[in-house]
């Protein structure tokens, strides 16, 4: 991208973060899109949270492709063009790749470019000679796939439990899109997080280390550097809370006292313990998860776990 292209995209950034936060921040009860939470620093505590002894979900699920990578790629068969949607750091598409029979391509898909060179990279290492074609769009639109991948066999990939952070209303919006964007015939290899006890939830959003309270906070951070705010970051804490009608952990930042802040030239009031809610990480049950693809039009063909039902991975036929 050149410098001024760059400068645009990111004074847009910072215009959609400011409307975001006085919309969020004048509602009752106050909330804030979980997508700001990924800045540099904000994803790089994403890293660090993904290794901590608490955090079940990257290493359980990385198990699941490792171990059950000979059941995977036989049912999803040769040939396959693959469309990832959000790589990351490329670590699971690389990991998808290497098992997979004679596939045909790989498209990660991702609004940030910089997001797409490390893991295009990645995959390329993984598979050389495979053709790699990212995509610059925001996956949760419809999108336009490389002409290039012809009638190759499309599958979808979804990992991470990023499903989780939709309502699920939107998680059906989402897959029955990305069933249009993948085509007649697609497939979508999906990761879910499974409901379990409130205690093993709660200590994989609240480390002891504090490193999701950091990531949490990073937020206030990121306002007041990117959308002129005050907030004192040392009068909020992180609280992290599994709400049992809804099956979801939520993350709030529970202001410690009455006070106000400023942010865009407008002033936001808080009384003493009201919070912001910044994440929901929606977490299924089996059956849920299956009715949930099935009203986006998909069909699920298999499924596969951990020995302790701690996360999920499955193949959805269109
Ligand atoms: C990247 C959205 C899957 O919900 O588990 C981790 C983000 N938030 N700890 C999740 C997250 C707090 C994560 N996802």
């Avoid at 979808?156 to 899109?177: D, K, M, Q, Y």
């Amino acid at each position: 991208m050149s410098g001024a292209l760059a400068r645009d995209a990111a004074a847009q950034q910072r215009a959609a973060l400011i409307a975001d936060a006085l919309a969020g921040l004048s509602a009752h009860p106050k909330t804030l899109p979980c997508k700001w939470l990924y800045d540099a620093e904000g994803a790089r505590l994403f890293e660090e949270i993904t290794r901590l002894p608490e955090y079940y979900p990257t290493r359980t699920e990385t198990k699941i492709l490792t171990e059950q990578a000979a059941a995977i790629a036989a049912a999803i068969g040769p040939g396959a063009a693959v469309v990832e949607f959000g790589p990351g750091d490329g670590a699971k598409g690389a990991l998808l790749m290497a098992g997979l029979q004679d596939p045909a391509a790989y498209v990660p898909v991702d609004i940030a470019p910089e997001w797409l060179e490390g893991a295009a990279s990645r995959v390329a290492v993984a598979r050389p000679g495979l053709p790699v074609l990212p995509v610059v769009a925001d996956f949760t639109q419809g999108f336009a796939l490389p002409k290039r991948l012809g009638a190759a066999p499309r599958l979808g990939f979804f990992p991470g439990s990023t499903i989780g952070n939709f309502e699920p209303a939107e998680a059906v919006a989402f897959l029955s899109r990305a069933h249009g964007t993948l085509g007649r015939g697609a497939r979508m290899l999906l990761g879910a997080d499974l409901v379990k006890e409130a205690a093993v939830l709660e200590a994989a959003y609240d480390d002891a280390a504090g490193v999701t309270a950091a990531f949490n906070l990073n937020l206030l951070r990121r306002l007041n550097r990117e959308a002129g705010a005050d907030f004192a970051l040392t009068a909020f804490r992180h609280r992290a809370v599994w709400n049992d009608r809804l099956e979801r952990i939520e993350m709030h930042l529970v202001s410690r006292q009455a006070q106000r802040a400023r942010l865009a030239g407008r002033e936001i009031r808080f009384a003493e313990g009201e919070t912001i809610h910044t994440e929901s990480s929606h977490k299924y049950r089996p059956d849920r998860l299956a009715a949930l693809a099935g009203a986006a039009g998909w069909r699920a063909a298999a499924m596969w776990t951990d020995p302790a039902g701690l996360f999920s991975v499955w193949l959805l036929e269109g």
